[in-house]
């Protein structure tokens, strides 16, 4: 089984957690929509795609929540003509099922336990998105 977890933020990332082989495979979130729709490709088959819904900060201003909103479901858009099954999931439900906070070097400790021999696509504090994207996948698993 390939369950793909998807960080939707600018320093987000997509990763992709082969239970089988209990290995994850994480990228950086592209730019652009073509980025997207042929990292989706490149992927291949997955089985279900776990998407963090946005959080929007009452301090944000209208214009970031609409570029949020908007890349968020562009993201949306591409995995839906991708064919990939998705499944939406509140930051604060994950983290809670996890007993994690918003702490992000918590959730790359978190990463780096759960899978050592792939702790090195989290090592630094900036590829924080790509450490959460694997928790997304981990808790999609918890939710078959």
Same mark, same amino acid.
């Given at each position: 089984? /390939?369950?793909?977890?998807? %960080? $939707? @933020?600018?320093? @987000?990332?997509?990763? =992709?957690? %082969? =239970?089988?082989? !209990? &290995?994850?495979?994480?990228?950086?979130? $592209?730019?652009?929509?073509?980025?997207? /729709?042929?990292?989706?490709? *490149?992927?291949? #088959?997955? *089985?279900?795609? !776990? =998407?963090? /819904?946005?959080?929007?900060?009452?301090?944000?201003?209208?214009?970031?929540?609409?570029?949020?909103?908007? @890349?968020?479901?562009?993201?949306?858009?591409?995995?839906?003509?991708?064919?990939?099954?998705?499944?939406? =999931? *509140? $930051?604060?439900? !994950?983290?809670?099922?996890? /007993?994690?906070?918003? *702490?992000?070097?918590?959730?790359?400790?978190?990463?780096?336990?759960?899978? $050592?021999?792939?702790? %090195? &696509?989290?090592?630094?504090?900036?590829? %924080?998105? #790509?450490?959460?994207?694997?928790?997304?996948?981990?808790?999609?698993?918890?939710?078959?």
């Amino acid at each position: 089984m /390939r369950i793909l977890g998807i %960080d $939707p @933020g600018k320093q @987000g990332a997509f990763a =992709v957690f %082969d =239970v089988d082989e !209990w &290995q994850v495979a994480t990228h950086d979130m $592209p730019d652009t929509i073509d980025g997207r /729709r042929e990292l989706l490709s *490149d992927i291949g #088959r997955v *089985d279900i795609a !776990w =998407v963090e /819904r946005p959080f929007y900060p009452h301090k944000i201003g209208v214009r970031h929540v609409a570029t949020i909103a908007e @890349g968020y479901g562009i993201l949306l858009a591409c995995l839906n003509f991708a064919g990939v099954p998705t499944r939406l =999931v *509140d $930051p604060h439900a !994950w983290k809670k099922s996890m /007993r994690l906070s918003s *702490d992000k070097a918590a959730s790359r400790h978190l990463a780096s336990i759960t899978w $050592p021999d792939c702790a %090195d &696509q989290w090592k630094l504090a900036k590829h %924080d998105g #790509r450490a959460e994207a694997a928790l997304i996948a981990l808790y999609g698993l918890s939710k078959r």
